[in-house]
């Protein structure tokens, strides 16, 4: 119904409801294109587009000096963006936080907050540029590549998308919440991005697990650990997902013996300065308990947050209860949401990379239809001045006999056929382009340019050229500003289909006196000649020395035996790899491990085996248990008992055997027995084993090792010497004997033995943590208890203390051999004792 109105004003009724509906969702449309969610092409947020474009069209490049933000601030308002100045310096300040954005946009200088929650300053006192990372954002964006609307008010022209040379959506992630819809999407590392876009350039057809070999997971900027890959799995294959993300905290033991936590990395968007506030509070609260103090010791170098544990409390436990109680540990729920042709779309990670791979495709085309508009404009005026060249007095003729300019233009164009636009560039024309060089110059341009004509008409015809094109592009970013990823993978026991996803290759496995496990790719280590001094293998504190090495696989099971006769199992990938120079990771945050229990040893289990196998024991004082493996087919997260023990012993070697080998045991002083292992009849897991050396005072047990057809017997004494012997020389015995004469005492005390074979290398570390790998015919052999040959060189002091037997390996290193040793071949001196088995248990 229409009313007359003040000052013949009209006045309608509407009906409030359907008004409220149209205007809501004019509102929420605004809001859901316009503000609060990213493009699916470019990654970016109506605001962050606007910022970077303002920055550009300023000239605010990474080479040039910083500008002030109340600057760009000030811009961005008056030329695109119509809202409050706090918005748009907010969204500034976040594109220069590196806490906050994988790869910065924005090059900040100034105060732009911290990760504890400080504010930034205000944007009148810093100052801000592009990063170099974000030039590739706006790349050719001057070439047509991408459309252009007009801005509030039509004032100014604004593009509706960058260029964007890298997939961003992916890389630095978004988060936003529109009217009824909200995204979080996760950052993630740009060469496995870009390796995914390339995969799939390639083969459009790749699977979500062939693109997932590229992209490992989410790749946040303040690192941390991601627990599990069913919450990425998930989100890669729906466009939702939880994923738990932890601190990346160890446990380490003090001088004075007590347990420390120390916190290096937090989940991404965790506040520090909270998360300590919250600890302290839980703890007063008695939520938390075992705790007796909290600081931060963050500085330039990192950050560092220390929880102390009391003496009394298990370290495990603490740290799994700020796990559960506190944002040590969060679910980041991605949510892969953004525009899609106008409309907000959920979208798997395929999805993704498929609409980036649009763009990119219809960016170079442009590019290349711009380049070629271009190449053919310039060649159409060169091929006019080129016969302007070759008619150069008639030109000249005409011109100087023409009454004006626009006069010669059309004389030229009526004698030559050249249009209004030759004819110009032919009145323009310098008198220094009539010599012969400039039309050398003037027919190579040419010539060059009809190539590049030709070379656009094939890029716009070939749509795998313009796929290649875009390989080549991104591969060059990536080798620019790539870097190795900060986020941790870790698998989680129950999870399905984890070892599909994990690439079963060797390993060496390495566990230090103080507790410390690390797993390195074999080829870290390279061979060298015997007597060499070796090359670094791990950073450790000045009294730990490396105990045990060896091979397997990631997808084999390493089971751990604590001194205290408890064995624990894990996987190889579960152990987390380091570098050659790294210390690892200290065993208890690993394994469950109580009060002053300590691991002395590690084998490896096949996966699978056909037939039954058995597990060896030896203690320190000399008694031996066997066990079917079987018994240990289910070791519990907690672990199980592997033997009793007396409380003066402990358990030291383990070995896995068929069931009818020969054992050889030998101890520190010199002395070894061999006998058959079913001379040591299988026995429950709670079974406290039976003797098989008697030891002499003062004499403990330092290795067991299995006898094999065509191996030799290495003995490697602590002083850095090593003998080969044939496994004949050791003649078999009783089991609970004394023994028989291996080596000297004079020349020192044994380190270690191993079988070898002669296409075997050995693997010698001493107490400085000082590494060797050297061949075993490079080795002398020589009759028992000869001293042997000189295989390390030990300083002043040292010892060796572990040796670990590899494949052979042609080639690599090698240092200079040391032929001033002492070969005596000594044969004979059987001191053997032969004492009756004993079969207390």
Known sequence: MEYEGHENQKIYDVDIEKEMRKSFLDYSMSVIISRALPDVRDGLKPVHRRILYTMYEDGLYPERAYKKCATTVGAVLGRYHPHGDASVYDALVRLAQDFSMRYMLVDGHGNFGSVDGDPPAAYRYTEAKMSKISLEMLTDIDKETVDYGPNFDDSHQEPKVLPSRYPNLLVNGSSGIAVGMATNIAPHNLRETIDAVCLLLKNPDATLDELMECIKGPDFPTGGIIMGRSGIRAAYATGRGKITVRAKAEIVERSNGRFQIVVTELPYQVNKARLIESISDLVKEKRLEGISNCDDHSDREGMRITIDVKRDASPNVVLNNLFKNTNMQITFGAIHLAIVNGEPKILTLKQMLEYYIQHQLEVILRRTIFDLKKAQERAHILEALKVALDFIDEVIAILRSSKSIQDGKNRLMERFGFDDVQAQAIVQMRLGQLTGMEKDKLEAELKALMEKIEDCNDIIAREERRRDIIIEESQEIARKFGDERRTAIETVSGEMDVEDLIKEEDCVITFTSFGYVKRQKLDTYQIQHRGGRGVSGMSRREEDTPTEMFITSTHDYVMFFSDKGRV??????????????????????????????????????????????????????????????????????????????????????????????????????????????????????????????????????????????????????????????????????????????????????????????????????????????????????????????????????????????????????????????????????????????????
């Open 568 to 841: 624990y199992r894990l996987k190889g990938y579960e152990i987390p790899e380091g570098s050659r120079a790294s210390k690892g990771i200290n065993i208890v945050n690993l394994l469950p491990l109580e009060g002053e229990e300590k691991i002395t040893g590690m084998i490896r289990v096949k996966r699978e085996y056909e037939h039954e196998m058995y597990l060896v024991m030896v203690t320190k004082q000399g008694l031996i248990k066997r066990t079917e493996l079987s018994a240990f087919d289910n070791v519990r997260k907690k672990g199980l008992i592997a033997l009793s023990l007396r409380d003066d012993d402990s358990l030291v070697w383990t070995r896995l055997t068929d069931g009818s080998r020969d054992l050889l045991v030998a101890t520190r002083k010199g002395y070894c027995i061999r006998f058959n292992e079913t001379d040591v009849r299988t026995m429950g897991r709670g079974a406290a084993g039976v003797r098989a050396i008697k030891l002499r005072e003062g004499d403990d047990v330092i290795g067991m090792s299995i006898l094999r057809e065509n191996g030799r017997v290495l003995t490697v004494s602590e002083t850095g010497y090593g003998r080969l012997t044939p496994i004949s020389d050791y003649r078999l015995q009783s089991r609970g004997g004394m023994g028989i004469k291996n080596y000297r005492e004079e020349n020192g005390d044994v380190a270690a033995i191993r079988v070898v074979d002669d296409n075997d290398d050995v693997i010698i570390i001493n107490d400085s943590g000082v590494i060797i790998r050297i061949a075993v015919n490079e080795i002398r052999e020589c009759a028992r208890p000869s001293k042997g040959v000189r295989v390390m060189k030990i300083e002043d002091g040292g010892n060796v203390v572990a040796l670990a037997r590899v494949p052979h390996e042609d080639g690599g290193q090698t240092d200079s051999v040391d032929n001033n040793v002492e070969d005596e071949e000594i044969t004979g001196d059987d001191e053997v004792v032969e004492a009756e088995a004993s079969d207390e248990e």
